[in-house]
């Protein structure tokens, strides 16, 4: 298989052929769990009936238009995201990436208007990860993914240890334009911001003359149990960047910007897919049913279900179980590679992935059954119990 198409993912050995709800088979009818959800894409899982309806019905009216007009789907799209949010404006892409690229040129403008040539820098935060292009890589706060062969990087651009309050004392400056953070970082290992340290970073920024933008790429459209994450830490920022779940695995991002971030102009950024009508009318149906307070509730009450399960067992293998939502991540010892539990797990059926060095991370579709949480951690289980 990876004659065929480069495996730049490490991907197993499996081909899946369907889905239904937060089950997956592969080609040869093996059943699955699925406590991954595309990494945290199919928000409403697989095969779920609104969105297909959705979907089959727009595919047979307009599937791509061009930015050089509005579709009707499009409008309705950006009403109901902007209403739910509290943004004022907003920018569609395709991706996580695309969506944090936008938010930084837009950070870079709104600091060229805001103190001239000077004011470029963004402050990211150690253990973050904003994207795989090369400006996005170098906003990672993370060593590893800063590979020598794709060097040079873009400048403009410092990192802050996380939760240190002492570190805020000089964080900021007349230089900065940004800063950008993650109030959960997910590929460093679901790591929860401490919210009075997220909102002491937000209030020194500003005072720098500094905007405030939360990447929600993984935290947002529900994920966390509150549509954004940083709903609920008061940050209440200028910039949000928005994917994976947004249209329930239709590719599509968006930056949202309100106040003194609304800096966009024509031409300024520009995509050739963005916000086409397929994934809009996809979003529609996300937003309808993520944004519902019932629907949310049930996310914490399904994250709290597995959390709790996880730290009942009392597994030696397990040194912590964090998270919020349905964004969950277990500290393995490190005796065990978290890459080995993977493997074993999909061998026994149990789709899961990992975060970091040492964490094992689910994320689940956010209408998970609590039938399949029970099949699900049943697998999790054993699997540990073997080491």
């Not at 009075?196 to 937000?202: D, I, L, P, S, V």
């Amino acid at each position: 298989m990876d004659k065929k198409i480069v495996n730049n993912y490490g991907s197993f050995e499996v081909v899946m052929a369907k889905g239904k709800g937060s089950t997956l088979w592969d080609v040869n009818g093996k059943k699955y769990i699925d406590f991954v959800s595309g990494i945290g894409v199919n928000c409403l899982g697989h095969n779920c009936k609104p969105l297909v309806k959705a979907l089959s019905r727009q595919a047979a009216r307009q599937i791509h238009i061009s930015n050089y007009y509005f579709s009707d789907v499009g409008l309705d799209f950006a009403d109901n995201l902007l209403r739910i949010t509290g943004f004022e404006r907003g920018y569609f892409g395709n991706s996580g990436a695309e969506a944090n690229e936008a938010a930084i040129k837009l950070a870079r403008k709104y600091g060229q208007v805001n103190g001239g040539a000077k004011r470029k820098t963004i402050v990211t935060l150690e253990g973050s990860f904003h994207g795989r292009t090369l400006a996005t890589l170098t906003a990672t706060g993370q060593d590893k993914f800063h590979l020598e062969c794709f060097a040079p990087y873009p400048d403009g651009f410092k990192t802050l240890k996380p939760n240190d309050f002492d570190a805020l004392k000089d964080a900021f400056d007349d230089t900065t334009a940004a800063l950008f953070l993650e109030c959960i970082q997910g590929e460093g290992g679901v790591n929860l911001l401490n919210p009075e340290w997220a909102k002491a970073a937000a209030d020194a920024a500003r005072a720098a003359g500094a905007i405030v933008m939360v990447d929600e790429v993984q935290t947002g459209v529900g994920r966390t149990g509150s549509f954004l994450a940083s709903e609920a830490y008061g940050i209440e920022p200028e910039v949000v960047t928005l994917a994976k779940g947004i249209a329930g695995g239709v590719p599509m991002g968006a930056c949202l910007f309100r106040g003194k971030a609304n800096v966009f102009e024509a031409g300024d950024h520009q995509s050739t897919f963005a916000g086409n009508p397929l994934a809009c009318a996809a979003g529609l149906v996300v937003l309808d049913l993520v944004s519902d307070p019932a629907f949310l509730d049930r996310v914490n009450y399904a994250g709290d279900t597995i959390r709790g399960a996880v730290s009942s067992w009392n597994n030696p293998l397990v040194k912590n179980v964090r998270g919020k939502g349905l964004m969950i991540g277990i500290q393995i010892d490190t005796k065990v590679n978290p890459l080995d539990i993977k493997k074993k797990c999909l061998e026994n059926g149990l789709c899961v992935t990992s975060a970091g060095s040492d964490v094992v991370r689910f994320l689940p579709p956010l209408n998970i059954s609590d039938k399949e949480i029970a099949e699900g951690l049943e697998i999790f289980k054993k699997v540990l119990e073997a080491f």
